[in-house]
């Protein structure tokens, strides 16, 4: 969160009452479900996307590693990223 709000030049109380406030979740959670809708939209469009490993995808959006990935994969569609794949 540092990061974002010195580019939009605010501080982090400020950038995490904003996205509270306007979507009921905290920074954490709203930069996790972008994280996740990035990922579902790519798999669903680039078929080479489908190939890479959990932790390629992870990585590539920015989670630290593959479990809390597919964690947060798997609460936002009800299945793994693998199984969201093969199911494509």
């Known amino acids: ?9 605010t501080n982090t109380t400020y950038l995490s009452y ?8 905290s920074f954490g959670e709203y930069s996790n479900e972008l994280k996740i809708n990035y ?7 680039n078929h080479m996307y489908r190939k890479y490993s ?10 630290k590693n593959a479990v ?7 609460k936002r569609t009800g299945v793994s990223p693998a199984q ?3 199911n494509i």
């Open 18 to 25: 904003v996205v509270n406030k306007r979507f009921g979740k």
């Open 39 to 45: 990922v579902i939209n790519e798999m669903i469009t």
């Open 68 to 74: 809390s990935f597919a964690k947060s994969f798997r």
């Open 84 to 86: 969201f794949a093969n």
């Open 54 to 63: 959990t932790q390629a995808i992870a990585e590539s959006v920015g989670f």
């Open 1 to 9: 969160m540092p990061y974002v709000a010195k580019k939009i030049k």
